[in-house]
């Protein structure tokens, strides 16, 4: 009896040992599980993070890309300007020039009319009348 007593004493110890072991080994997977989930929730977030990235890369690339070509634009651009600028600037020095040289041309002419005005005048009173 006492061998059975030991017997059941021995099998109840195991039990609860046997049970604790079971505890502990669901509360492990428990824990892997969530370990797990997070982990995997977290390579989420670096794969999400990481193709914004990418995105944004080649986003700015482009915009770079853009950027310099607006800015040879606007250097032909104000080349092509000042080029403009240039030829307007010679025009009028031109133009100025030619006026002086009209304004000369139109003193002269004046000059032979009253000139030529006198020589009429001039002939008719010397002139014998017929």
């Known amino acids: 009896m006492e061998e059975n007593i030991i017997k059941n004493r021995i099998i109840i110890a195991l039990g609860i040992v046997i049970l604790m072991l079971l505890i502990s080994n669901v509360s492990s997977c428990g824990s892997a599980y969530r370990s797990k989930a997070a982990r995997d929730k977290e390579m989420a977030t670096r794969m999400d993070l990481e193709e914004k990235m990418s995105s944004f890369t080649q986003q700015k690339s482009a915009a770079d890309e853009k950027l310099t070509q607006l800015n040879k ?55 014998p009348k017929q």
Request: aromatic fraction near 0%; proline fraction near 0%; charge should be negative.
């Open 73 to 127: 634009t606007l250097e032909d651009e104000k080349a092509a300007h000042q080029a403009t600028r240039n030829a307007l600037t010679q025009e009028k020095l031109v133009n100025q020039s030619l006026k002086e040289e009209l304004e000369k041309i139109i003193k002269l002419k004046e000059a032979l009319e009253e000139d030529l005005k006198e020589a009429l005048v001039a002939s008719k009173t010397t002139r």
